[in-house]
């Protein structure tokens, strides 16, 4: 690209193109469930470009890092403070890498007490899919537990699980509220159970945005939980990284935080480091430190609240015409809901994934496809967007329960539809010949505001798998293949 473009302009046009073929916040709402794709504030994310903050190297003699420290110590306060906690550690880079060093220090626990055989860590059929990886990375061995017909942790299921590992019970790890997007109602007396038979409760807080300002994880009876900064706290999320993934213990885990060989930092039996700098990725941090502060406890408290309110809208617009998977004992859900599709897909023959698709004519990324429950889609709005944007959202997927009514109805064929055909690129709309069954107009501005700001997907229809399933690599002919190439 670099010999290609000679000249700024050239290679700033080239980046404009590139910009043009994603679809990003700028454009709509992007309601991935469990992601989070809330706003980034610009008055947060400012200070990151400031040179005390932006050109400090981690491992900066400490009397030239004075301000960061005081910025560092105080935001683990302040979240320690929001989850109810005693303690905080900045050092992990991810949530993933959060869920790891909170049983690094559950296990620690356990050591110290002489219980080194305790290993086995209860685990629910609806927890993030990284919750049992970093359990067997921890060196833990996984028990699921089953979930009810309401999405709910099956208790009775929990406590003959807890009974029967009770010797070796390290942890139970527990996402509140849950990936199935409830309030699990049962919540204490599930820490409960864990804490009678000599386990520790690890709470994950990736939807912590549903909590914050209206309870916190250690009143619920956790003893760790991890937060992700870059999905809570306002650090853009996504493009890999970087992303803060602390964790929040209680007194008696304190002295197993993180340590780190080079910088003097975590608990007086600090367990191993788990990330290169002695505090992850400082860089990103005023931004959650300035969303914060700006915030302060009740706008902290209102945005929580928000962030419910806008999912139960959409749950109660889109329910009349799609089935809304789990809710609450009161019929609400938590931050998201799962819009569940299995059965109009045996009727019609439309898949998430043609919705996905044609959620992409109408100017929207698609929801999280299939997770936790295969066939559906979840979807998060956040407490970013505004009621005119979550109509249009609804809107949209409503019009595209419309076009699966024609073909129940037998006004299209199920093979060759506007789903089936989705998404539709200018090069398709525009070309000379058009022969399928619908018209162009249909295709390209189902609704007003299509015509008004039209978002063009570059790329229509792939078969979605097939790439990952035959594997194959390429270069230029005329180079030739490397002279030893990697295969295995």
């Given at each position: 690209?670099?010999?290609?473009?000679?000249?700024?302009?050239?290679?700033?046009?080239?980046?404009?193109?590139?910009e043009?073929?994603?679809?990003?916040?700028?454009?709509?709402?992007?309601?991935?469930?469990s992601?989070?794709m809330?706003?980034?504030?610009?008055?947060?994310?400012i200070?990151?470009s400031?040179?005390?903050?932006?050109?400090?190297h981690?491992?900066a003699?400490?009397?030239?890092?004075?301000?960061?420290?005081?910025?560092?110590?105080r935001?683990?306060?302040?979240?320690?403070?929001?989850?109810?906690?005693a303690?905080?550690?900045?050092?992990?880079?991810?949530g993933s890498?959060?869920?790891?060093?909170?049983l690094?220090?559950i296990?620690?626990?356990?050591?110290?007490?002489?219980?080194?055989?305790?290993?086995?860590c209860?685990?629910?059929?609806?927890?993030h899919?990284?919750?049992p990886?970093s359990?067997?990375?921890?060196g833990?061995k996984?028990?699921?537990?089953a979930c009810?017909?309401?999405g709910?942790?099956?208790?009775?299921?929990?406590?003959a699980?807890?009974?029967s590992?009770?010797?070796?019970?390290?942890a139970?790890?527990v996402?509140y509220?849950?990936?199935?997007?409830v309030?699990?109602?049962?919540?204490?007396?599930?820490?409960?159970?864990?804490?009678?038979h000599?386990?520790?409760?690890?709470v994950?807080g990736?939807?912590?945005?549903a909590?914050?300002?209206?309870c916190?994880?250690?009143?619920?009876?956790?003893?760790?939980?991890?937060?992700?900064?870059h999905?809570?706290?306002?650090i853009?999320?996504?493009g890999?990284?970087?992303?803060?993934?602390?964790?929040?213990?209680?007194?008696?885990?304190?002295?197993?935080?993180?340590?780190h060989?080079?910088?003097?930092?975590?608990?007086?039996r600090?367990t191993?480091?788990?990330?290169?700098a002695p505090?992850?990725?400082?860089?990103?941090?005023?931004?959650?430190?300035a969303y914060?502060a700006?915030?302060?406890?009740?706008?902290?408290?209102?945005?929580?609240?928000t962030?419910?309110?806008?999912?139960?809208?959409v749950?109660?617009?889109?329910?009349?015409?799609?089935?809304?998977?789990?809710?609450?004992?009161?019929c609400?859900v938590?931050?998201?809901?799962?819009?569940?599709?299995r059965?109009l897909?045996k009727?019609?023959?439309v898949e998430?994934?043609d919705v996905?698709?044609?959620?992409m004519?109408?100017?929207?990324?698609?929801?999280?496809?299939?997770?936790p429950?295969?066939?559906?889609?979840?979807?998060?709005?956040t407490e970013s967007?505004?009621?005119?944007?979550?109509?249009?959202?609804?809107?949209a997927?409503?019009?595209?329960?419309q076009?699966?009514?024609?073909i129940?109805e037998?006004?299209?064929?199920?093979?060759?539809?506007?789903?089936?055909?989705?998404p539709?690129?200018a090069?398709?709309?525009?070309?000379?010949r058009?022969?399928?069954?619908?018209?162009?107009?249909?295709?390209?501005?189902?609704?007003?505001?299509t015509?008004?700001?039209?978002?063009?997907?570059?790329?229509g229809?792939?078969?979605?798998?097939?790439?990952?399933?035959?594997?194959?690599?390429?270069?230029p002919?005329?180079?030739?293949p490397?002279?030893?190439?990697?295969l295995?």
């Amino acid at each position: 690209m670099f010999r290609e473009h000679r000249t700024e302009h050239e290679l700033v046009r080239y980046i404009k193109r590139l910009e043009s073929r994603d679809i990003s916040l700028t454009t709509s709402m992007i309601s991935l469930g469990s992601c989070t794709m809330k706003l980034n504030p610009t008055a947060a994310m400012i200070p990151i470009s400031f040179p005390g903050f932006a050109q400090i190297h981690p491992f900066a003699p400490p009397q030239q890092t004075e301000g960061y420290r005081q910025l560092i110590g105080r935001l683990e306060r302040w979240l320690a403070e929001i989850t109810g906690f005693a303690a905080c550690s900045l050092q992990p880079n991810a949530g993933s890498q959060g869920e790891y060093a909170g049983l690094l220090t559950i296990r620690a626990f356990h050591r110290s007490r002489g219980q080194e055989q305790r290993d086995a860590c209860l685990i629910p059929a609806s927890a993030h899919g990284t919750n049992p990886a970093s359990a067997v990375l921890a060196g833990m061995k996984v028990v699921a537990v089953a979930c009810d017909e309401g999405g709910n942790i099956d208790v009775a299921d929990l406590r003959a699980k807890a009974q029967s590992h009770a010797a070796r019970l390290a942890a139970l790890m527990v996402t509140y509220p849950s990936t199935h997007g409830v309030f699990e109602e049962a919540i204490q007396e599930i820490c409960g159970v864990i804490h009678e038979h000599g386990g520790q409760v690890y709470v994950d807080g990736a939807n912590m945005n549903a909590l914050v300002g209206l309870c916190r994880p250690a009143d619920l009876g956790g003893d760790v939980c991890h937060l992700n900064l870059h999905k809570t706290f306002g650090i853009p999320h996504g493009g890999g990284g970087p992303g803060v993934g602390p964790i929040c213990v209680a007194a008696h885990l304190a002295p197993f935080l993180p340590g780190h060989p080079v910088v003097a930092t975590g608990g007086s039996r600090a367990t191993g480091a788990v990330a290169a700098a002695p505090f992850g990725s400082p860089g990103v941090l005023p931004i959650c430190y300035a969303y914060i502060a700006l915030l302060g406890s009740s706008g902290l408290e209102l945005a929580s609240k928000t962030a419910i309110l806008n999912a139960n809208y959409v749950a109660e617009r889109l329910h009349p015409h799609f089935p809304v998977l789990y809710r609450g004992a009161r019929c609400r859900v938590a931050h998201e809901c799962i819009v569940d599709l299995r059965a109009l897909s045996k009727a019609t023959g439309v898949e998430n994934d043609d919705v996905a698709k044609r959620l992409m004519d109408y100017g929207f990324h698609a929801p999280t496809m299939s997770f936790p429950v295969p066939g559906t889609l979840m979807v998060e709005p956040t407490e970013s967007e505004s009621l005119a944007e979550l109509d249009r959202f609804c809107e949209a997927l409503i019009s595209i329960r419309q076009e699966m009514r024609e073909i129940e109805e037998g006004r299209f064929p199920a093979d060759n539809n506007v789903l089936k055909g989705a998404p539709h690129t200018a090069q398709c709309v525009t070309a000379d010949r058009w022969d399928r069954p619908y018209s162009r107009e249909q295709a390209a501005y189902p609704t007003p505001w299509t015509r008004a700001h039209k978002f063009w997907p570059h790329v229509g229809r792939v078969d979605n798998v097939h790439g990952d399933r035959n594997l194959c690599c390429t270069w230029p002919a005329a180079a030739g293949p490397p002279a030893a190439f990697p295969l295995a």
